[in-house]
């Protein structure tokens, strides 16, 4: 199974970005999918997730501006960023909760990461 993240770049402030993550490879189903973000210096952390049925949760910090979603025919998901913020500055990494055959536990995967640089 690979994760193959894209649509990092770099935005003003206040500026958009949309980042895609497709799934590939033997996959049977796929739970939960996320994106989270590790700044320099910091610890990664999650920034949003999506359950299977479509539930959404995100940090605090990214409520309201940011937008989790997925296309499950496509195995992929999304993360559409508004009112960009420098401290939204990090490399995000998607992440799928993917199950290969009905009979395998779960197991997470990650892509390679995007960076995402706002400038002030």
């Known amino acids: 199974v690979q994760l193959q993240a894209s649509g990092g770049g770099l935005v003003q402030a206040g500026g958009s970005l949309r980042l895609s993550c497709a799934a590939s490879g033997s996959i049977y189903s796929i739970n939960a999918m996320s994106w989270y973000r590790q700044a320099p210096g910091k610890q990664r952390e999650l920034v949003a997730v999506?359950?299977?049925?479509?539930?959404?949760n995100y940090v605090d910090s990214v409520k309201g501006r940011f937008t989790i979603s997925r296309d499950s025919a496509k195995n992929t998901v999304y993360l559409q960023m508004n009112s960009l913020k420098p401290e939204d500055t990090a490399v995000y990494y998607c992440?799928?909760?993917?199950?290969?055959?009905?009979?395998?536990?779960?197991?997470?995967?990650w892509g390679q990461g995007t960076q995402v640089t706002v400038s002030s």
């Open positions: 999506i359950t299977k049925g479509g539930i959404t």
């Open positions: 992440n799928a909760d993917v199950r290969i055959t009905w009979y395998n536990s779960p197991h997470d995967y």
